[in-house]
């Protein structure tokens, strides 16, 4: 079945500062790759998506890109703020509607 | 618009009880995941149903675990008889056919 690692575990930044979270899935056949962002108690929520006819799409301040050729895609967040602190879940979806998460990233931003 | 609605938020019982965990779906929505969340095993599918359809259920741990949906609003996933290892957070997600699935906030169980 697929799998997806995401890495790193944990990223700790300066506001203002960019930070990058990385992921790679292992299904040639995975074609859209969301990803989430989940706050303390609350459940995940959709930041941004990128399906596998696109190699990039931003979105103000959030920027995701795929390499479908290497089977990886990263997040991007730019002028980092404290609320963007959370944690940071990669997916993939090979077309049977089933997601497959990373690992999850925990994102420190200090003011 | 009111969001995928779970519960109960918070379920502490005792190990060998029954538990029963409910959500209501984004109204319209025609697909519907049950996802559990632990330390060590991260985000997980547990099955997932279309049109009132379970389609796939591969992901469930065992025959302890029963999911329903008897109606377009509303699905239960039931542990009979619940044991500590599954204490977890359970979330529900909906979706429409090629959207992005959303969420809910979760019933974080907790089997003594």
């Known amino acids: 079945g697929e799998n997806v690692e995401q890495h790193p575990s944990t990223l700790s930044v300066q506001e203002g500062d960019s930070a990058v979270i990385k992921c790679t899935y292992s299904?040639?056949?995975?074609?859209?790759f969301p990803w989430y962002k989940q706050e303390l108690g609350k459940g995940p929520q959709l930041i941004i998506d990128?399906?596998?006819?696109?190699g990039e799409k931003k979105d103000q301040r959030i920027a995701v890109t795929l390499n479908k050729t290497a089977k990886h895609f990263s997040l991007h967040i730019t002028e980092t703020q404290p609320e963007d602190s959370a944690v940071y879940f990669c997916?993939?979806?090979?077309?049977?509607?089933?997601?497959?998460f990373g690992s999850g990233t925990r994102l420190q931003v200090q003011p | 618009d009111a969001g995928v609605i779970q519960s109960p938020r918070h379920e502490v019982t005792e190990m060998g009880q029954e538990v029963t965990l409910r959500c209501k779906p984004i109204?319209?929505?025609?697909?519907l995941f049950w996802y559990r969340q632990t330390m060590m095993r991260g985000l997980e599918l547990l099955i997932y149903?279309?049109?009132?359809?379970?389609?796939?259920d591969s992901g469930m741990p065992e025959d302890r675990f029963s999911a329903k949906m008897p109606n377009a609003s509303f699905s239960t996933l039931k542990i009979q008889p619940s044991e500590p290892r599954d204490s977890a957070v359970y979330f529900c997600?909906?979706?429409?056919?090629?959207?992005?699935?959303?969420f809910g906030d979760g019933t974080r169980l907790s089997i003594l």
């Open positions: 997600a909906s979706s429409l056919q090629g959207q992005p699935q959303h």
């Open positions: 299904d040639s056949a995975s074609n859209y």
């Open positions: 990128i399906r596998s006819n696109v």
């Open positions: 997916a993939s979806d090979t077309g049977r509607r089933a997601l497959t």
């Open positions: 109204s319209g929505h025609d697909y």
């Open positions: 149903f279309n049109n009132n359809v379970p389609i796939d």
